[in-house]
């Protein structure tokens, strides 16, 4: 009997089916083929998490792909970040690139390209539009796409910015509004100035967005809050200690206190949720150069480790360092310890955690500081950050490494390279 009825109850189904299509509006994902199946869930497996590492609802992993199927240029922003991200990291390996037991014969950089130039064009053709730019949807879509300049080039100070003013145009226009109302508008506001104090670190620039939308804001205080928002706190601050060091105004000893001290507040009043859930530091004896440290989750991993990177900034431009005299030297050296101190913990948080941006941070402090290293241990544990962050992540790091190598003194063929143990 019940095989009797299970031809009609597949039809009834299908007719569920059907007549629920119907009531959906248009979806571009009707008719993907499998390239493009494999891409969406790329990224929500893989790179929705470089994006959600501040945002506990986590709208790139939940929100972005949903809002996609109805926005064209969401979603080539997304299928233009996997491409090249998938087909760079599979293809460091394999001539072959695999997606969830698919081949994906045609996947390379002409794909990842052919999707990047169609959602520039739509960036472009609807950045004229008032209505648009306050399309929350395109500001995701914005930060997405300039993660394809992240992954496309090297630790190094090129000024290629080609997609610098799409995401301006978009985070201006719609910062206000993110601070005040939240959600997936918010959390595209976060990634966006995390994208920028990134490229502003490399290229020792000053910051380039209107920040002023946060004055007034909870983002500017060290009074009770959540995880996220301290996570937030800390980046705003990377962002305010980026345009003083290198805005070309003159600066002031009073503005480098008030930067200093809200460095040295944030670290002591952070919650007790920022402290290491487990802390070892090295055993040189054994060849380790980088501590091991363990956070509780990426937030706090991704908050750590921009207070170092401020803290490197404020001490490498530290106004109050003497010209002259006879104390100059030794103040100095405990500069350039303390640099060092903040590189190698940048680098034993990435060693530790398993936050999928954590080396890529890592790397901004190798590339930027590793040169004052003299000791040839230190170096190769060094280079390694830069070497497993390309085997790993698929960004470019042999520019970085190269200047590194001459800064140094070592030769291209090294053959002398320290033995590295452990890091």
Known sequence: MA??????TRSTQENLVTARRQDLPPSLWSQKDVQEACLMRYFVDELAQWFDTCDPSRHFARVVPQRAANCPALLYAIFS???????RSQRLQTHEVLCRGKKLPFLGDDAALEYQSLCISHLMRLSGNPAEVADENLLA???ILRFYEEVDSPLVGVDDETYLRGV?????????AAVRDGGLRLAAFWVGIRQEFHSSFIKQR?????????DHSTYRLLDQADDPTWANRVILHCAHTLMYCYD???RTIKEYEQLLDYNQGWNQMAPPT???LYLRQPDRSKGEVFPEVWFLDDCIVTA???????????TAFDPRVPCLGPGRRAVIGRREAKIAESMFILCGIARSNQTAPALITACMGVSMCGDRITDGLEQAALLSILTTTEETHALSTKKAQAQLREAWGWTNSESETPSLLSS
């Open 3 to 8: 095989q009797k009825h299970l031809p009609k």
């Open 81 to 87: 970040a996997s491409a090249r991200h998938l087909s």
């Open 141 to 143: 879509a914005a930060v």
């Open 168 to 176: 301006q145009v978009f985070l201006d226009a719609q910062g206000a």
């Open 206 to 214: 000053t910051f380039q967005f209107d920040l002023s939308c946060c």
């Open 248 to 250: 070309e105004r003159s």
């Open 274 to 276: 920022f402290n290491p």
């Open 304 to 314: 750590i480790q921009h207070w170092h990177l401020a803290r490197i900034l404020l």
